[in-house]
């Protein structure tokens, strides 16, 4: 198992990486945290990397909830009309709305993660217990068989 990363359990890890950043140098860094500087160059071409990338991840899953939230709330928006236009007495506003309504739940139900296809499924089944060398002579009888 390699050795945990000295700067990643450092105290002060947060102001290294900032200062790594913001392009202060390896031996800079390692003068001001006492570190090796060899130790705070693996950490900033391993690590900081790293954590960029899953920061964006969250930040992405983030943004998405926030899309979804607004989606649901146009959902819930639509479906208020409807009420509102039949307590009214407006059947054809209240006919609008139902429509907006329904458009909404079908991008609701379009945001739902799709099932593998039969096709997806049935390459998987046999990915699984087909031999590698069959497996090409088996993907061409699917393919013909419009598969
Ligand atoms: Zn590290």
């Known amino acids: 198992m390699p050795r945990p990363c000295s700067v990643c359990l450092h105290v002060d890890r947060d102001r290294i990486d900032r ?3 913001d392009g202060k ?3 800079e860094v390692a003068g001001n945290a ?3 500087r060899s130790a705070v160059d ?4 391993d690590h900081i990397p790293q954590s960029i990338a899953k920061a964006r991840d969250i930040a992405e899953i983030a943004r998405g909830d ?3 939230a607004h989606a649901v709330g ?3 928006r639509a479906a208020r009309m409807v009420d509102d236009a039949e307590e009214a007495g407006d059947r054809k506003m209240a006919l609008v709305a139902l429509r907006e309504t329904r ?3 079908r991008f609701l139900d379009s945001l739902r993660p799709q099932p593998d296809s039969e096709r997806d499924r049935l390459v998987a089944i046999l990915g699984r217990v087909v031999e590698p060398a069959d497996r090409v002579r088996v993907a061409d009888a699917l393919e013909r068989a419009g598969l």
């Open 19 to 21: 200062d790594l950043v």
């Open 66 to 68: 926030g899309l979804l």
């Open 25 to 27: 140098t390896a031996l």
């Open 103 to 105: 458009e909404c739940l």
């Open 42 to 45: 693996r950490h900033g071409r």
């Open 74 to 76: 146009l959902t819930e």
């Open 34 to 36: 006492g570190l090796s």
